[in-house]
């Protein structure tokens, strides 16, 4: 059973950065595609990025795309989301998942192909 734990979420004015961190336990980390999602309140769940358990395929959502960016550190079971040039629509509860990377889990970015889900970490960007 893999176990997730987000942090870094916090409140910030727009145009700040903001840097989340997930980092895993129970599993074989380096074995697993790495996702973000995102919440906001009243709106569905919605994918942010992904990347490949080496790290070096990436995915993003057209609404993020050029401001953040997913990485990862397979030595500290780590996975990153730095996200800059923050938005007011950027707000939500970011969730990051953990799921058997068999190519699609990252080139989709969708949920179905994760397995394990954080609790999440909440993101406030006010104008």
């Known amino acids: 059973q893999v176990h997730l734990v987000e942090s870094g979420g916090r409140f910030v004015q727009a145009g700040g950065s903001l840097r989340l961190s997930c980092t895993a336990s129970?599993?074989?980390?380096?074995?697993?595609?790495m996702g973000w999602f995102r919440q906001a309140l009243g709106k569905e769940h919605e994918s942010v990025a992904a990347?490949?358990?080496?790290?070096?395929?990436?995915y993003y959502s057209n609404s993020v795309k050029g401001r953040f960016t997913i990485s990862r550190d397979n030595a500290k079971n780590t996975v990153y989301l730095q996200m800059n040039s923050l938005k007011p629509e950027d707000t939500a509860i970011y969730y990051c998942?953990?799921?058997?990377?068999?190519?699609?889990?990252?080139?989709?970015?969708?949920?179905?192909?994760?397995?394990?889900w954080g609790q999440g970490t909440q993101v406030t960007v006010s104008s």
């Open positions: 998942a953990a799921g058997l990377d068999t190519g699609m889990a990252v080139t989709t970015g969708h949920p179905n192909y994760y397995d394990y």
């Open positions: 129970g599993g074989t980390f380096s074995n697993d595609a």
């Open positions: 990347i490949s358990r080496s790290g070096d395929i990436t």
